[in-house]
T-cell receptor
């Protein structure tokens, strides 16, 4: 596979469930990102990882827990979510080298999450 | 108010017409990115602009970054139904890997 892939594409969960979103990039990039896109709101950055280290947590509630085991994989663990957390969750990656900076971000297709 | 303002919020044009979408910031931009999104899907990278006065084109889409690097415009010539979607601008407002996005412009093209 090429580019950035996300699984699952759709997820419906109850407020007491625990689930995980997975993102994988096949581009050899060093930075990975989680974004949340809600209806009628701008795309919101949630987390940034550079070289597997978290460099940004944009005041995200603790019910969202990211994990980056290596530069190619990124997870978002979900537990005790609220209905207002229903949204499209997008993963992205970018080259991010010290000389060139972050570079353009390439996005996955997203996971459509519905919390009942 | 948002850090990046996009206008218009939505646009309906007749096929074959030209259109322009604007993206404005109150701060100097280190990098400006244009993306296109089909509803409910991921973002597709269109163009990146970094230098003041820079202009790039891809097929019938042209993007410019003004000299002060605070505003960008995306221009589509002779629009087609395939151009329909949501256009988002994203910007580096400080050197780093944090992109801020505008709210998006929804484009519909009528045949």
């Amino acid at each position: 596979e090429t580019g950035v892939t996300q699984t699952p594409r759709h997820l419906v969960m109850g407020m007491t469930n625990k689930k995980s979103l997975k993102c994988e990039q096949h581009l050899g990039h060093n930075a990975m990102y989680w974004y949340k896109q809600s209806a009628k709101k701008p795309l919101e950055l949630m987390f940034v990882y550079n070289f597997k280290e978290q460099t940004e947590n944009n005041s995200v509630p603790s019910r969202f827990s990211p994990e980056c085991p290596n530069s190619s994989h990124l997870f978002l663990h979900l537990h005790t979510l609220q209905p207002e957390d229903s949204a499209l969750y997008l993963c992205a990656s970018s080259p991010w080298d010290l000389a060139g900076g972050p570079g353009e971000q390439f996005f996955g297709p997203g996971t459509r999450l519905t919390v009942l | 108010s948002q850090e990046l303002e996009q206008s218009p919020q939505s646009l309906i044009v007749q096929e074959g017409k030209n259109l322009t979408i604007n993206c404005t910031s109150s701060k100097t931009l280190y990098g400006l990115y244009w993306y296109k999104q089909k509803y409910g899907e991921g973002l597709i990278f269109l163009m990146m602009l970094q230098k003041g006065g820079e202009e790039k084109s891809h097929e019938k889409i042209t993007a410019k970054l003004d000299e002060k690097k605070q505003q960008s415009s995306l221009h589509i010539t002779a629009s087609q139904p395939s151009h329909a979607g949501i256009y988002l601008c994203g910007a580096d407002m400080e050197y780093g890997n944090k992109l801020v996005f505008g709210a998006g412009t929804i484009l519909r093209v009528k045949s």
